[in-house]
């Protein structure tokens, strides 16, 4: 009896907390869970968080290439076709709460461009294009209008105005208080995302706010406009900064420190800034916020996002990044080692395509990149701090099915083919200590014929895999050099090797030293 009145009383409490941080409602699922979406959409960000009252919130919408997203084919359409797949992930939510609100970064394409046809596609339109009477739709821009007045922002700007669908600039509604050095929100703000919307939402950024000098590019001025926002859903937290440069975070960063507010920065999942820039890249930024989790929205293009620098910083400086299944993940750079969490093994080639030249590795930490993993998607208790996840390709494998598996068929999340330049394979443990499966693995290397590089150092190779060895020598014409150091070969071994690298007249011949 005393369990069912204490699960009254605190149903009770629940509701009244709903009502009262939303009163709109008049009443509020406290059984639903936030559900967010960071979805895969090549290169650029595009996040859906979707509150336990069906109201739908997007953090940027934008792709500049959709190549590496899996069901879009038609070229000419391909942004709307993007927008249909992202729409059909929150339709049903918006048939019932008829809200929809985007926060828009800044004026990049790839963090804006999918708007349009988001909203066009929604349902929540007339035929003639003009909003319809119950909807509650907005949309506010990080920054000051005048970065908006061309190219994608422009365009945006017009089709919203054409719907009659209101807009603001975060630099007209979020002031920043100068003796507290946070921001306030003025009492005649019109925009209903803060009084509407069921999770906590905190901004800690809405603008520039460092002083910049005249010296720096429009590029620089939009990204460093970047909103950064931190959403409350349920017990968990998440930041999403944008495009912020290193120069703005530093300012954030600063900010609270000086105010003793340090704490508040801590975040359970990061949004990696500009898609795993190398340059806006931060160490003490990711020291406070301290992510559990944290995702690199990138795709394949010329900007050749993420940067091995810019992971390997943020998996160094996350002391609370979670322990996971082994998984792969790619960035563009040199290789990343580091002992126990991240193990570089493969290079592409780099003929013929600027975006080509990625490193891929495989990490046990909560670490992912959706070019990789497709849609991450996130489910937050509404009244506990927990969360699940799971990845539109599902991380189910260990380090030795995981990587036999890339090599058997290296592939991106559209099923596009790799063709990889080098592989490094030293002294490769699997969890139960064995080496790699020589005898296994030597045959489908040969399969990788663009192969310029291999090592296959202290890997457990012995006499019996010399006949595969001098197969896989001249099978692959582009390889050399070929590293085989703490291989156990007797003379006869030996020779039959340097034998068949001689044959090729190749300088470096692939002998164990020592």
């Keep these: 009896m005393k369990g069912f009145f204490f699960l009254k009383i605190r149903s009770i409490v629940l509701l009244s907390l709903c009502i009262f941080f939303n009163p709109s409602r008049s009443y509020c699922a406290v059984d639903e869970d936030y559900k967010m979406t960071i979805h895969n959409v090549g290169q650029g960000n595009c996040v859906s968080v979707v509150s336990p009252t069906k109201k739908v919130l997007f953090v940027d919408a934008g792709s500049s290439s959709t190549r590496g ?82 190219g994608e922002g422009k365009t945006l700007l017009l089709f919203l105005s054409g719907c009659s669908i209101p807009f603001w600039f975060g630099s007209d509604q979020y002031k920043l208080e100068e003796s507290s050095r946070l921001f306030y929100v003025p009492k005649d703000d019109p925009m209903p995302i803060l009084s509407e919307w069921d999770g906590g939402l905190e901004f800690l950024s809405v603008g520039m706010d460092a002083a910049y000098l005249s010296s720096t590019t429009a590029e620089e001025n939009s990204n460093a406009a970047s909103i950064v ?52 890249f931060f160490d003490e930024w990711v020291r406070f916020v301290n992510p559990q989790q944290i995702i690199f929205s990138a795709g394949r293009a010329s900007f ?15 002391a609370r990044l979670q322990e996971t299944r082994w998984h792969p993940i790619q960035f563009y750079g040199p290789p990343i080692d580091l002992e126990g969490i991240f193990r570089s093994f493969a290079t592409e080639t780099t003929a013929g395509d600027k975006s080509t030249g990625y490193t891929h590795a495989l990490t046990n ?51 596009s083919p790799l063709s990889l330049r080098a592989l490094r394979l030293d002294g490769l443990r699997f969890e139960d200590g064995a080496t790699v499966d020589a005898g296994y693995l030597i045959p489908i290397l040969m399969t990788h014929t663009s192969l310029e590089d291999l090592s296959l150092n202290d890997c457990g190779i012995t006499n019996e ?42 300088i470096r011949d692939p002998r164990p030293t020592d």
């Design 69 to 150: 997203v899996s069901g879009i084919t038609d070229e000419k359409g391909k942004y709307r076709q993007l927008a249909n797949k992202i729409v059909g992930s929150v339709e049903r939510n918006l048939s019932v709460s008829h809200w929809l609100y985007f926060i828009i970064s800044h004026p990049d394409q790839d963090h804006l461009n999918l708007v349009q046809y988001i909203i066009t596609v929604s349902g929540l339109l007339t035929d003639t294009g003009r909003l319809l009477a119950e909807c509650n739709i907005g949309v506010l821009f990080g920054g000051k209008s005048d970065i908006y007045a061309r």
């Design 229 to 280: 926002v931190k959403l409350q859903c349920g017990g968990t937290s998440v930041t999403l900064t944008g495009d912020k440069t290193k120069k703005e975070k530093r300012f954030i960063t600063n900010r609270f420190k000086e105010r003793g507010l340090a704490t508040r920065l801590e975040s359970d999942i990061l949004l990696a800034t500009h898609h795993g820039s190398g340059d806006e």
């Design 304 to 318: 050749c996002h993420p940067r091995s620098e810019a992971v390997s910083g943020y998996v160094s400086n996350a």
């Design 365 to 415: 930490r909560a670490v992912f990149a959706t070019g990789n993993h497709g849609d991450i998607s996130y489910l937050f208790s509404s009244v506990r701090r927990e969360f699940s996840y799971r990845t539109e390709r599902e991380i189910t494998l260990d380090l030795r099915t995981t990587l036999y598996s890339f090599l058997i068929s290296p592939r991106l999340i559209d099923d």
């Design 465 to 506: 895999h010399v006949g595969l060895l001098c197969d896989l020598i001249h099978t692959l014409t582009n390889l050399a050099p070929l590293s085989l150091r703490g291989a156990a070969f007797d003379r006869v071994g030996y020779d039959a090797i340097t034998e068949a690298w001689d044959s090729r007249k190749l």
